[in-house]
């Protein structure tokens, strides 16, 4: 978390595409582009967190804020809208560990109504849409993970996670350990099976009980190992096991909803659908309403906030459906969302506790967070016992003072926030907190640079930040060493042997065997590592060795350079001699960089002990280069040719990004938005109003079988 820039304060950047005449300044244009483009990535980075690591980093309440405001900004500047664009896509990650599988339906998200204004809004939609109110299904939004069950004439054939939407991960073997899914469907139910092959796909939420949510954790504290946030990344990490025995000791569960293909049973609404799961053997939540007015659903939204914390599993809102099939089918989809559905999503949640004191935090880079340490108090589903201040402006702002009686809140998951002390409840001791004049770790002076808000330690020996940099370099968005974790590597400081990330490619895999664990076996032993984990280790030290060249640079730990940051700077000085070759000029001038980040990187790179490290890694072995193959595979057939892609690619199955990947390696740009500028189109089914601008600007469109022969033979037709 350290480092990242904060989501409200996202420096300047370039705009990616060009922007289409408008009313609005081109100041403001670019203005709104350059922020598109920071939403973008922001919200990509916390999917990535959220799906794929299962352990996200800022609250629901805060990614959905950022989801709107980026939704907003699209709309006002539609020339700025990316088929690619993460509003348009449903949120997931599908890790290379599963097999992936490809939806035979999409699987959507939901579109949020965050108060009761706006469920109003999308009931009056409704409203507008028949003439007339229509029957709508009001369920509880089950804070778990979708699941997809595939059933072949009654058996469970496959399992299936949402994935991206249009691809999840096979997770069937894993599914089977969950005692609660059928493994065949009961009879009767079915004869209701219209589909001819009697194929069906299911689709529900697996979730966590709270209590085994608690009890997991325990036990991994028992352990000495990190707990889970909550019980939905509780769930989803559990289902996302290796081995499919752990999956099947954990307690996960299953409420049924839906189904992919409405038409393959012989239902007709959403109501009958969840009569049909029952029947069939199926979980079905049985807190569900059908309501005939406006004031119905917003009592049984008021009746699922009062009684949450009642429940045995996590609900992060209300889901209202329009009930009739034939109905949801008139209304259809967004490219993300249905828009015959809406999920009501509960405000955060507030509590309130004692601030006992407030700690000072030590990050890879030197800066110096305050945490609150709190009496530990149960918020939105887990217990929250420590909250980041971020910085001494915020502990000021907010005049939080050690000994008060604060307000905590929390949205659903992760990130606590404490937003300011109960005044009345302030005891008279209680202590205004100051950030220390020297360093929590190693005792040096702190500073802070004018124009910052950050206090720093910029010792180069502080033991803190060189936990926290090892740890960094060894994490999986940088050189992704799998074992390498904050035990073995704060063991490693303490033995001496590591003390920079050049040090971790001089371990081979019997010294690591020897290395003390910090536990004691019966005999108060201490206990070491062991062969089995030492060589699993070791081997991972050395694949790390071969990742590509961005890793280093996102992993060594320069200030402002990120993962996305550290692509980018690959992208133009793909090796670490044409990088140092690079002045503070030219770094500057890449398209995204500036000169503040330009400045950090050089200075970076002309610190000797920096370079010293930069050395002894490309002298161990570690690769300084660009994924070659990928470089080299970039060709110019299309240089100079921007294309923009609508509509579904049916015949090839191939998704807009992956199509316009395979452009991008040809040479061509990508652009979201036609112009008069655009060189083609590529229009596959159901093209929309992309296609139409097209055709008024007499923009030549290539079909989808147009688009594949110019894969294939290279060469655009004439
Ligand atoms: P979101 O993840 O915020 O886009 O919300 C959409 C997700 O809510 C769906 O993908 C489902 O996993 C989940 N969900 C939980 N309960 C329900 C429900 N009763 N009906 C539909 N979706 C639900």
Redesign the pocket.
């Known amino acids: 978390m350290e480092e990242q820039a904060s989501l409200f304060d996202m420096m300047d950047e370039a705009p990616e595409q060009e922007a289409a005449p408008s009313e609005a300044s081109s100041q403001e244009l670019a203005q709104a582009a350059a922020r598109i483009k920071k939403l973008r990535a922001e919200i990509e980075h916390h999917t990535y967190l959220y799906y794929a690591k299962d352990a996200p980093e800022i609250s ?1 309440f805060a990614y959905d804020s950022l989801m709107r405001e980026l939704k907003g900004l699209e709309e006002k500047y539609p020339q700025f809208m990316d088929p690619s664009s993460p509003t348009q896509r ?2 997931g990650y599908v890790s290379e560990q599963f097999t992936s599988v490809r939806h035979e339906q999409r ?4 579109d ?1 109504a965050m108060d009761l204004d706006e469920l109003d809004a999308w009931l009056a939609r409704v409203e507008e849409f028949f003439g007339h109110m229509v029957p709508v299904c009001c ?8 699941i997809a069950l595939t059933y072949d004439n009654g058996r469970l054939v496959r399992a299936a996670t ?1 994935g991206d939407g249009v691809t999840g991960e096979d997770v069937t073997v894993n599914i089977r350990g969950v005692a609660d899914v059928p493994l065949a469907l009961a009879a009767d139910a079915t004869q209701l099976i219209t589909r001819q092959e009697g194929s069906i796909e299911l689709r529900g ?1 697996i979730y966590m009980p709270k209590s085994s949510f608690n009890a997991l954790n325990a036990e991994a504290e028992l352990a000495g190992k990190q707990g889970f946030a909550n019980p939905r990344n509780a769930a989803a990490g559990s289902l996302r096991q290796k081995d499919p025995g752990i999956t099947a000791q954990r307690d996960l569960a299953t ?1 049924m ?2 189904i992919a293909d409405q038409r393959s049973l012989g239902v007709n609404s959403q109501w009958d659908l969840l009569q049909w799961l029952r029947a069939a053997g199926f979980h079905v ?1 049985p807190d569900v309403k059908l309501c005939n007015t406006g004031a119905e659903v917003r009592e049984f939204c008021a009746n699922a906030l009062k009684n949450r914390d009642g429940l045995a599993y996590d609900i992060d809102g209300v ?1 209202v ?1 329009v009930n009739n099939f034939d109905q949801q089918d008139a209304m259809g989809f967004t490219s993300r ?1 249905p828009r015959w ?1 809406i ?1 009501f999503k509960f405000p955060p949640e507030e509590k309130t506790t004692l601030l006992r004191d407030i700690t000072v935090q030590v990050g890879r880079t030197g800066k110096l967070t305050p945490v609150a340490e709190l009496v530990p108090v149960a918020v939105a589903g887990s217990v929250v016992a420590r909250a980041t201040l971020h910085n001494v402006d915020e502990v000021q702002r907010k005049d939080v003072r050690i000994g008060d009686t604060v307000i905590v809140r929390k949205a659903g998951d992760v990130i606590p926030e404490v937003l300011g002390p109960v005044l009345s409840l302030r005891p008279e001791d209680a202590t205004v907190w100051q950030m220390p004049t020297t360093c929590p770790s190693c005792g040096s002076h702190v500073i802070r640079e004018e124009g910052e808000v950050d206090f720093r330690c910029i010792s180069i020996d502080c033991p803190a930040q060189a936990a926290e940099r090892l740890i960094h370099w060894a994490s999986r968005e940088a050189l992704d060493i799998d074992g390498m974790g904050e035990e073995i590597v704060a063991r490693l400081l303490e033995s001496g042997r590591v003390r920079d990330v050049a040090d971790f490619y001089t371990l081979d895999a019997v010294e690591l065997s020897q290395l003390e664990t910090g536990r004691l076996n019966k005999e108060g032993q201490p206990i070491t590592l062991g062969k089995k984990t030492a060589e699993k280790l070791a081997a991972a030290i050395q694949d790390s060795k071969s990742r590509d060249f961005w890793r280093v640079l996102n992993g060594i730990g320069m200030r402002h350079v990120g993962k996305n940051m550290a692509q980018v700077i690959a992208g133009v000085y793909p090796s670490l001699e044409a990088l140092m070759g690079a002045s503070e000029e030219n770094l500057a001038a890449i398209d995204g960089v500036g000169e503040k980040i330009a400045h950090s990187i050089w200075t970076f790179l002309r610190t000797p002990d920096n370079a010293a490290v930069l050395d002894r890694l490309a002298h161990l072995g570690v690769n300084m280069q660009a994924d070659a193959v990928a470089a080299a595979s970039v060709t110019d057939e299309l240089a100079g040719l921007t294309f923009v892609l609508t509509g579904s690619l049916v015949q090839s199955g191939m998704t807009r990004d992956e199509a316009g990947e395979r452009l991008k390696a040809m040479g061509a740009k990508v652009s979201g938005s036609v112009s008069k500028k655009t060189s083609y189109v590529i229009a596959g089914e159901a093209a929309g109003s992309k296609l139409d601008k097209a055709l008024s600007l007499g923009v030549p469109v290539l079909d989808e079988a147009a688009f594949l022969r110019l894969l294939e033979s290279r060469t655009l037709e004439q």
Do not use: P
């Open positions: 629901d449903v949120g699987m959507y998200s939901l949020n369920e509880l939004k089950i804070d778990g993970s979708s949402r939420e409420f909803y839906s939540n889901v459906k969302a559905a999920a």
